[in-house]
């Protein structure tokens, strides 16, 4: 059975960096890319970008580029994102996610979601 | 990349149908039939119910189906259940990897 596993939940400062991790299970982590998905309260969901577990290549969203790092490690079968320079507006939760039918262009499985909290 | 166009709300009574709609660009669901739909209940993580446009993954209710027409997508939701009611969202391949999400379409069953 297919699992995606986040880290808990995060309070953090303004200006400070998180970190989350995303540990994945039951089919081959280097099989697909994962990605993560942001959605702020009440609002809708936003992708931020997407690691190749095979070779660590990362595509990440105009609107986070500089501000996002997502890597994976596959002696852990675990991806993390990391967001820096984090303001009131990234109070959300995260989601990993990987697309497993044909060609991958879509996310048949997600993690339960991190809420990240910025608060002073 | 900007987020595909959904209505905010759309409702329907028991047995009814309904379509929401997701308008992007010729850059992304114009150009590619990639486009997925989730289905979100309030404090879930989003649930796959349509991929490539209007392919339907194992499990999914077949009263739901997705179209395409143009920069145009479509989810249309058969004879509506209490358990639709939830929060649709479209999402497209817009090349390079990348994706685009809707802002979400709020499903009331009246």
């Known amino acids: 059975e297919v699992q995606l596993v986040q880290s808990g939940a995060e309070v953090k400062k303004p200006g400070a960096t998180v970190k989350i991790s995303c540990k994945a299970s039951?089919?081959?982590?280097?099989?697909?890319?994962i990605h993560w998905v942001q959605q702020a309260p009440g609002k809708g969901l936003e992708w931020l970008g997407r690691v190749d577990p095979e070779d660590g290549e990362t595509i990440y969203a105009e609107k986070f580029q500089g501000r996002v790092t997502i890597t994976a490690d596959t002696s852990r079968d675990t991806a993390y994102m990391e967001l820096s320079s984090l303001r009131s507006e990234d109070t959300a939760v995260y989601f990993c996610?990987?697309?497993?039918?044909?060609?991958?262009?879509?996310?048949?499985?997600w993690g339960q979601g991190t809420l990240v909290t910025v608060s002073s | 990349q900007s987020a595909l166009t959904q209505p905010a709300s759309v409702s329907g009574s028991p047995g009814q149908s309904i379509t929401i709609s997701c308008t992007g660009t010729?850059?992304?669901?114009?150009?590619?039939?990639?486009v997925s739909w989730y289905q979100q209940h309030p404090g879930k993580a989003p649930k796959l119910m349509i991929y490539d446009v209007s392919k339907r993954p194992s499990g999914v209710s077949n009263r739901f189906s997705g179209s395409k027409s143009g920069n145009t997508a479509s989810l249309i939701i058969s004879r509506l259940q209490a358990e639709d009611e939830a929060d649709y969202y479209c999402?497209?391949?817009?090349?390079?990897?990348?994706?685009?999400f809707g802002g979400g379409t709020k499903v009331t069953v009246l």
């Open positions: 996610s990987i697309g497993t039918t044909q060609g991958g262009y879509n996310f048949d499985y």
């Open positions: 010729s850059s992304d669901v114009g150009y590619y039939n990639y």
């Open positions: 999402c497209s391949y817009a090349g390079r990897s990348t994706r685009v």
């Open positions: 039951g089919y081959t982590f280097t099989g697909y890319y």
